[in-house]
C-alpha cells in the first residue's frame, strides 16, 4: 500500500490501491482471495515427500498482527481524499478473514 499511496506518488495513483484491496480479496470478478490461494498452495505442498508444513509459531504470529496491518492500511486511506474506501476495506476485512 505503501508504494500506492505516498507523497512522491502522483494523487491519480492512489485509487489502485483500493483496487488491489478489492483484488486481494477476490470481491473483483476473475480474482479469488488471496487468503484462499494461500491455503491452496500451502495445502498443495503437504503432499510432497521431504518437505514439512508451516512453522505454527510463525502463523500464530502472521494472524496476530494481522489487526496492525489493518490499522496501518486504514491510517494510509485515511490521510487521502479517496472516498468509499472504508466499506471495501471492512468487506476485503471480512471475506480475508
Not at 37 to 42: E, G, P
Not at 51 to 59: T, V
Not at 79 to 94: V, Y
Amino acid at each position: 500500500m505503501r508504494g500506492l499511496i505516498d507523497a512522491q506518488i502522483p494523487r491519480e495513483r492512489y485509487p489502485a490501491a483500493v483496487t488491489r484491496i478489492e483484488k486481494y480479496a477476490g470481491i473483483v470478478d476473475g480474482h479469488e482471495p488471496i487468503t484462499e490461494l494461500a491455503k491452496a498452495r500451502t495445502e498443495e505442498r503437504f503432499g510432497i515427500d521431504g518437505l514439512i508444513g508451516p512453522y505454527k509459531g510463525e502463523i500464530e504470529q502472521d494472524l496476530e498482527r494481522a489487526d496492525s496491518f489493518i490499522t496501518g492500511i486504514e491510517g494510509l486511506l485515511a490521510g487521502t481524499d479517496l472516498q468509499g474506501w472504508e466499506k471495501k476495506l471492512r468487506d476485503a476485512c471480512r471475506t480475508t478473514a
